[in-house]
């Protein structure tokens, strides 16, 4: 059996007036993160890491900040569209850890319909979606709220 592992990262500046888009649900919030897209940056960091595993190059390549096509698109139609790429070359997802750092809000109420909704969308079961959340403790961009971070390790096997 061929596996392959995949890494991803992405940040996002925040900004106030913005909707906040995380994991495929709005999450409640006075501010949100900057991005061509709905700088949903747990769905980006899906989609490098999967792309990542499956020698795709990564999220830019596809879907470039450059394309008219792709502002202000929601991110889980990328996600599904680069499981769609990684399921013809004959990859199936295994499974997904993304991690996210943020300051505030806290995210951890949200956490399960995260992963109901990413299911949906990966088509594989919440179990293999985990997602964990966690501050930089007033630490750089994150702490001082300016921004959000995170990463994510994908495990994609041969079918």
């Given at each position: ?25 709005q999450i409640p919030s006075t501010f949100g993160p900057v991005g061509h897209s ?58 997904v850890d993304v991690t996210v750092v943020l300051q505030e809000p806290k995210l ?52």
């Open positions: 059996m061929k596996i392959r592992v995949g890494q991803g990262y992405d940040v996002h500046r925040l900004e106030e007036g913005r909707p906040f888009w995380l994991g495929g649900i709905d700088a949903d940056v747990v769905c980006h960091v899906l989609c490098d890491a999967l792309l990542g595993a499956a020698n795709m190059r990564n999220i830019g390549y596809h879907f470039s900040d450059k394309d008219p096509r792709w502002k202000g698109v929601d991110s889980k139609l990328l996600l599904a569209e680069v499981l769609r790429m990684v399921r013809s070359a004959s990859y199936e997802v295994s499974n951890n109420p949200h956490i399960p319909a995260m992963k109901t909704c990413l299911a949906d969308v990966m088509a594989i079961p919440e179990d293999d979606i985990s997602i964990k959340a966690t501050t930089s403790e007033h630490i750089g961009f994150v702490g001082r709220g300016e921004g959000i971070a995170a990463h994510c390790v994908a495990l994609i096997v041969r079918t």
